[in-house]
């Protein structure tokens, strides 16, 4: 139980640093920001893994790794929720609709 708490503060925590460096605007909750915290911790350890720099693709990896990790998922999502977007496709960068 303690460590689902640790997980929850530290995908928080990284969460946020990601969002607030990836540019644009994500409206997310709380728990859509610890998720990607959470994700981008296990993404963080796939890159020091392909790296050479851990020891297994799924273990937890660094501070740094997990924001990047992160960030990688900021961007998956928002592609995503664009292109996904009821009113049509949404130009990825300004999030203005794309003109057919």
Same mark, same amino acid.
């Given at each position: 139980? +303690?460590? !689902?708490?640790?997980?929850? *503060? +530290?995908?928080?925590?990284?969460? &946020? ?6 540019? @644009?605007?994500?409206?997310?909750? &709380?728990?859509?920001? #610890?998720? #990607?915290?959470?994700?981008?911790? *296990?993404? @963080? ?22 924001? !990047?990790?992160?960030?990688? &998922? ?13 009113? @049509? ?5 300004? @999030? ?5």
């Amino acid at each position: 139980m +303690f460590s !689902l708490i640790i997980w929850s *503060f +530290f995908g928080l925590v990284t969460g &946020c640093i990601a969002k607030a460096i990836h540019p @644009g605007d994500d409206p997310l909750g &709380c728990l859509p920001t #610890i998720l #990607i915290g959470v994700a981008g911790s *296990f993404i @963080g350890g796939m890159i020091n893994w392909l790296l050479d720099f851990g020891n297994a693709p799924y273990e937890p990896s660094g501070f740094i790794m997990s924001i !990047l990790g992160g960030v990688v &998922c900021c961007i998956a999502f928002r592609f995503y929720a664009l292109n996904k977007s009821p009113s @049509g496709p949404r130009d990825f960068f300004t @999030g203005k609709k794309i003109n057919d």
